[in-house]
Nanobody
Framework: EVQLVESGGGSVQAGGSLRLSCAASRYTISNHLMGWFRQAPGKEREGVAAILSDGSTTYADSVKGRFTISRDNAKNTLYLQMNSLKPEDTGMYYC??????????????????????WGQGTQVTVSS
């Protein structure tokens, strides 16, 4: 069974930083697209960042220049470095992965329905 376990969330003041981690089990992240998503109360889940198997990355406009997605293949772990945090970044953050062998077109890499495996989430709260 594939497992994705997020960690690193917390409460910070606006302008602060956090680094989220997502440890994967029974799933080789270097071979696949991986994504970070977030969901604020009362809002739909939205894509934040994605990293493709070739290492290329995509970001939502709202986080460009502030967030960085990366991975450590040796540790089979995905990261999201979040800088210059804003109150509107508050939400539950999830990492996600598609079924092995599933092809996801580039325009879809920040769309939740393109992903099949999800972690339990880690809460990020940014106060003003």
């Amino acid at each position: 069974e594939v497992q994705l376990v997020e960690s690193g969330g917390g409460s910070v003041q606006a302008g602060g930083s956090l680094r989220l981690s997502c440890a994967a089990s029974r799933y080789t992240i270097s071979n696949h697209l991986m994504g970070w998503f977030r969901q604020a109360p009362g809002k739909e889940r939205e894509g934040v960042a994605a990293i493709l198997s070739d290492g290329s990355t995509t970001y939502a406009d709202s986080v460009k220049g502030r967030f960085t997605i990366s991975r450590d293949n040796a540790k089979n772990t995905l990261y999201l470095q979040m800088n210059s945090l804003k109150p509107e970044d508050t939400g539950m953050y999830y990492c996600a992965a598609p079924l092995q062998g599933r092809w996801v077109f580039r325009p879809q890499v920040l769309v939740p329905s393109a992903y099949d495996y999800w972690g339990q989430g880690t809460q990020v709260t940014v106060s003003s």
